[in-house]
């Protein structure tokens, strides 16, 4: 039995695979109608999402599956005192796959040890997201046409942001990618990203987008992570660090992408929004597909693409 926990669970193989097949449903979903009838997911998300819980539920749905799950830790048994260990060994009795959000850092990994069903991160505290990574991955293909020799720029809160220290992790299996670390000196990358992830490929850790702009192919935005701050000051100061605008995006390439896995709050001008470089909205779509893909891989149902 697979898990997906950490974004390099995957080889680049068994990536580019699955990438493959979110593409081959993206073309052709009347043919995974009913690859998961008779399924069910178990979405356990003990903090809040829109995007995640969603897409996984109707990526079940659309493959001809259910869904059951809970929303919010406090309407579980989680609130009477029920560890992750105990409550995955209930959910194997009732689902087939479970995607699991949490506070904890690590969580996910914890209810792995315990569970009889794969279990999917879908977000562990300001650690990893792996399935948000699997669908920039997804969108960086579809639209630029490669997953390699290309400049990103990661702008915002890389300190808590879990979606920029997933994709920096799979990014570094490609080729020739150069990273430009956008932030204020109190939000860059944690210690192991910059000293471990990033060792010996080409990256920079800059404070101005507008001097970053000209040089990326790839713009990644991302919101700051209120919810981690200990402090409700220090979370206002930094919330509108960055602002993206018309008058920013006059600074970019043609072809740049930019990206957000959302939700945003103030940090892309909604002027930004029918940019057709502003590629946040597609990359909602295509995690449709690619949890999907992963959902039919993990229950090894994925059919063999010609
Ligand atoms: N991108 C993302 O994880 O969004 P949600 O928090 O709404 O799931």
Redesign the pocket.
Known sequence: MKHLLNPLDFTVEETNRLLDLASDIEKHPDRYAHLCDGKKIATLFYE??????LSFEAAMMNLGGKALGFSDAANSSASKGETVEDTIRVVSCYADICAMRHPKEGAPYVASLFSRIPIINA?DGGHQ?PT?TLADLLTIRSLQGRLDNFTIGFCGDLKFGR?VHSLINALTRYSNIKFILISPPELKVPDYVRDDVLQGFEYEEVTSLEEAMPKLDVLYMTRVQRERFFNEEEYIRMKDSYILDAEKMALAKDNTLVLH???RVNEIAPEVDNDPRASYFKQVQYAVYVRMALILTLLDLAPELN
């Open positions: 809040p999402s829109t995007r995640t819980r977000g997201h948000q979606t896995p959302l939700p």
